[in-house]
């Protein structure tokens, strides 16, 4: 998917000046609260006007204020998700889902509506009453409803900012599924790190209206893009696990690691905290850790007054953050090897 | 007591009141619905400046004394008026004629209706029609499909409350559409000849009867129906 | 307690103060409505002589007129259009029937634009539509459907919707002097005032009743000197020259 942005509009007491071109199909756009993210995401759904510029998506000229082009939303193909889903509550769950693929002419239906119920998990729900639903159910629901209704783009923005911690991530791999399985691009705005970076490979940073930075998730974060996070933290995905004694067995890649916490189904999110990982020139007799991996080190970087020191454990890749004496005290330099201690403890569920 | 309910009986001049007040009220009803919606649409989201002048323009025939309304009307669509002048080109009467009467009855309830309209259409959340356009309908598609019924029951309940009006309306319709029997004598004017003829009391209250049970019949139909809006 | 009981005294003290204040040197006549014109000029002249009396007038048709004074209204002079009220209230114990006289008389035309074609009573039912008080309460209105009936035409209008019921008989005049209906039942003493109707025929006299007047006091009026004064004189000579001048025939 190319998508070629340009969009200038005026504010009563704020400006939003963005340019950018996406060509991955998985973008985030972050920022804090009032930074015009979902401003952006008004003005490419057609649904706000922008002062100028033009909106290109492959080879549709969705907006150009010079040509007067203005499709109007229901023209462009661009499926939103909302923060809430607005499900009609007029209508009973079925005739929600299918209201945009009714629209749609038969010849041109891409999707099969009991394969895209199974990815998301809703086919039970179809007989249930809009009002009785749960905050994730609708939100499943309304992307079925807006998949269904053959977008070439999906926004998402911020859909899981009204769900209740607990039950947030619980919609990721239903959502992950999805993009997927069909292939449609998509836009995650939020103003959550951990969202970005689950589901997201690109991502655009946005504040006061204006593009701060755009590049590629992780990098983004590992450079500690929010002023806020003061260290890095791990993003660990793992498997499932079998009984260890009184813990838990994962694999991680072909590497296997302890962890105090259960699973819980067959994809589980761990955040690992940089300052957590203990490096060991050699390997300890005995620790009280029951994590004793070696890694070699594959780049080193300052970070404030910290060193943050990039590791790979196989094929799956760290980082710890240490005092710049360590460095030193352990002789740390790019490929030297080093063995990384981790409490099982340490790990920390984020679903 | 058997005198009494053998004299509460209607002459034809009587049933033909009834049956006037119903085809006036109707009419006016019916006709004035779309042009209901569409104001009310108009003053709940549309954005121009000129809002506040066609609100205070429709809402003025209930704050005006119904007289007043009514010889308005007869100074426009009088055989000297502007509006008159015009419609007599095609052999068109207002003035004295059923359709005077359902004008008088249609301009003076029609605030009633698109107030009622357009506070229903307040409230529907603009996210849904939002969504709608999202989802690839089109404006006239989003109204008929999202807008109109989430606001349904507000407006049937303009309807019913500029129904009621109009079975009562008096002032304007007297002065534009006349009192003719059998053509624009509805029930109120029917009642008000008889509060003039001596003796004539019981034709007025068999009258005014039949006009507290017609309001009765439409309050429990309207209740009814918008009950079943609320189960719906 | 005691405080209370002496503002309600007072209270009505104050309230029979103003009423007989209000009764006294005051006149309270019921006149039909055709006779608007010829009161309002009668009352004037009779106030110039007697400035201290107070003389209010109250026009409407004879039958609203009736059913008021039948359900208390105030007055003390009544003056209709048809006897037929007269005799209503005189049923009703309402009036001093020693006062009962014929007052004046008058005649019924049909009036309208000039341009209106219709010289005779069998030309009405061509017509569009017809003003004529309401039956019910208005004499001339009355007088025109006993006319109308004779003719063999009122109930066949009636069924068509052309008859236009006007409150009185100035009103039905309006409609035909505005044009609002092709012509009016009124009375003679009416068409004179019209701004832009025509007499286009007399009624013949045959189909109808004489138009009578009676007039007479009513028992409310005893001890009232001044209600006597008054009716003394509309029935005396000295009324004639201004009953004569707006058309109304001496009885």
Known sequence: MRLNVELKKRFKDFTLDVAFDLSSSRTGIFGPSGSGKSTIMNLLSGLELPDSGYIRLGNTVLFDSKEKINLKPDQRNIGVVFQHAHLFPHMSVKRNIFYGYKRIKPENRRIDPEDLFEALGITQLLSRDVSTLSGGE????????????????ILMDEPLSALDEGRKFQIIPYLK??????????????????EMRMMTDDVIVIEGGCIQQHGKTEELVKKSWNRGLECYVNLINLGSASPYKDLFRYNWGDISIILTEPPDGEENFFELDS??????????????????????????????????????????????????????????????????????????KVF | MINEITMLTLS?????????????????TLISTPFGIACG???????????????????????????????????????????????????????????????????????????????????????????????????????????????????????????????????????????IPGVTQTIPLAIYEYTSIPGGDRMALTLCLVSISLSFVILLVSEGINRKFKRG | MRKVKDVYIFVFFILLVFTTQAQAGQVRVSVAKSMSNLYTSLI??????????????????????????????????????????????????????????????????????????????DDLQKMRRVALGSPGSVPAGQYARQAMDKAGIYTEMLKKGQLVMAKDVRQALIYADRGETDGAFVYKTDAMLATSAKILFEVPVDLYSQVTYPVAMTKESDGNVDAKRFYDYIVSEAAHPEMIRLGFTLP
């Open chain 3, 44 to 121: 004037k002249n009779f106030q110039e002589q007697h400035p201290d009396v107070k003389i209010v007038p109250n026009f409407a048709s004879s039958g609203a007129l009736a059913k008021q004074i039948e359900q208390g209204a105030p007055a003390d002079i009544y003056v209709s259009a048809n006897p037929k009220w007269m005799m209503h209230l005189i049923e009703k114990g309402k009036i001093k029937t020693d006062t009962k006289k014929i007052f004046a008389h008058n005649a019924l035309v049909f009036v309208g634009k000039s341009s209106t074609d219709a010289h005779s009573m």
């Open chain 1, 177 to 194: 599924n999805v993009f997927n399985n069909y292939g449609i691009p998509m836009i995650f705005i939020s103003h959550s790190v951990l």
């Open chain 2, 41 to 179: 649409y108009f003053l709940a989201f549309g954005k121009s400046r000129g809002k506040a002048v066609i609100e205070g323009i429709i809402s003025l025939p209930l704050v005006l004394p119904p007289v007043v309304v009514g010889y308005l009307l007869l100074l426009s669509f009088g055989s000297n008026g502007i509006i008159g002048k015009f419609l007599n080109l095609f052999g068109i009467q207002v003035v004295f004629s059923l359709t005077g009467a359902v004008i008088a009855s249609a301009v003076v309830g029609f605030p009633l209706m698109v107030r009622s309209i357009r506070i229903g259409m307040e409230a529907v959340d603009q996210s849904y029609i939002s969504v709608s356009r999202t989802l690839g309908a089109g404006w006239w598609d989003s109204f008929f499909t999202i807008v109109l019924p989430l606001s349904a029951r507000a407006i049937f309940a303009g309807m019913s409350l500029m129904f009621a009006r109009n079975l009562g309306e008096f002032g304007a319709t007297v002065i534009l559409a006349g009192n």
């Open chain 2, 12 to 28: 034809p001049q009587d049933i033909s009141a009834v049956w006037l007040s119903l085809k006036v009220a109707c009419s006016a």
């Open chain 1, 275 to 348: 300052r957590d990982i203990l490096l060991f020139k050699r390997h300890p007799e005995a620790t009280s850790a029951s994590n004793l991996l070696t890694c070699t080190v594959t780049d080193i970087y300052s970070c404030g007054n910290r060193v943050r020191v990039a590791l790979a454990c196989g094929n799956e890749h760290l980082i710890a953050q240490i005092v710049p004496e360590s460095v030193r005290e352990l002789e740390i330099e790019k490929d030297a090897m080093v063995v990384v201690a981790i409490k099982a403890s340490a790990f920390k």
């Open chain 1, 138 to 153: 609708r939100q499943r629901i309304a992307l079925a409803r807006t998949v269904l209704s053959n977008p070439r783009l």
